[in-house]
Structures are given as structure tokens and as C-alpha cells.
């Protein structure tokens, strides 16, 4: 039986979704830190930056590296698009979504090829 501190893979994809989730956290928690000139922001975005490492380490201990770390950046960067669309009213245009569509489509083959 295995930990979560020592993942089985299905475990692994567990921790490595939520770390991916993070990452969109502490990117666009950099937005609000203003250039590290607010320390409660800084705070938390360095706390989350840290949480989302970690996570992605225990992943990697049963997944191929680059798997996992594709996967994690995958995340990371269409959540963060998504959450600039949303909180900052960044474009919205069709090319964007579609771009978006593709890193998600990219996640998604990982996963299924890598399983």
C-alpha cells in the first residue's frame, strides 16, 4: 500500500493535477505582488510556488520526468490564461481559446500515453 508521500501512479496524476493547479496560483498571484513590493502577496505566492514544487516532486518519484513536469507547465500555463481571461479581462479571442484548447489537448495526450 502506498503513501501519498510515496505515490502509486494513479495517486501520482492526483497530486501532479493539484500542483498544476497551483502553479496557475502563484502565476498570477505574481500579478498582485507587485513586483514584491507587497509582502503579504509575496507571502503567499512563495508559499504556493513552494506547495506546487513539492507536489510536483512526489509526482515524479513513479512518473517519467518529463511527463510529469509537461504536464505540470501544461496546467500552469492554460489555468493561468484562463484566470487572465477571467480575473483580468486579458483577450478572449478564438486563436487564444484555441491555443489554450491545444496545451489542454497536449495534457490530456500525456496522460493517456503515460497513463
Same mark, same amino acid.
Given at each position: 500500500? !502506498? !503513501?501519498?508521500?510515496?505515490? !502509486?501512479? $494513479?495517486?501520482?496524476?492526483?497530486?501532479?493535477?493539484?500542483?498544476?493547479?497551483?502553479?496557475?496560483?502563484? $502565476?498570477?498571484?505574481? =500579478?498582485?505582488? *507587485?513586483? #514584491?513590493?507587497?509582502?503579504?502577496?509575496? &507571502?503567499?505566492?512563495? %508559499?504556493? %510556488?513552494?506547495?506546487? #514544487?513539492?507536489?510536483?516532486?512526489?509526482?515524479?518519484?513513479?512518473?517519467?520526468?518529463? /511527463?510529469?513536469? &509537461?504536464?505540470?507547465?501544461?496546467?500552469?500555463? %492554460? +489555468?493561468?490564461?484562463?484566470?487572465?481571461?477571467?480575473?483580468?479581462?486579458? /483577450?478572449?479571442? #478564438?486563436?487564444?481559446? &484555441?491555443?489554450?484548447?491545444?496545451?489542454?489537448? +497536449?495534457?490530456?495526450?500525456? =496522460?493517456?500515453? *503515460?497513463?
Amino acid at each position: 500500500m !502506498s !503513501s501519498w508521500l510515496t505515490p !502509486s501512479p $494513479a495517486q501520482a496524476w492526483i497530486l501532479l493535477a493539484i500542483a498544476g493547479c497551483l502553479e496557475a496560483g502563484w $502565476a498570477v498571484g505574481m =500579478k498582485y505582488t *507587485d513586483g #514584491f513590493r507587497r509582502p503579504v502577496a509575496t &507571502a503567499i505566492v512563495v %508559499a504556493v %510556488a513552494l506547495a506546487s #514544487f513539492w507536489l510536483l516532486a512526489l509526482a515524479m518519484r513513479p512518473l517519467p520526468v518529463g /511527463t510529469a513536469y &509537461a504536464v505540470w507547465v501544461g496546467i500552469g500555463a %492554460a +489555468g493561468a490564461a484562463v484566470l487572465g481571461i477571467v480575473l483580468f479581462a486579458e /483577450t478572449a479571442s #478564438f486563436a487564444r481559446l &484555441a491555443c489554450i484548447a491545444l496545451i489542454v489537448a +497536449g495534457v490530456i495526450g500525456l =496522460k493517456l500515453v *503515460d497513463g
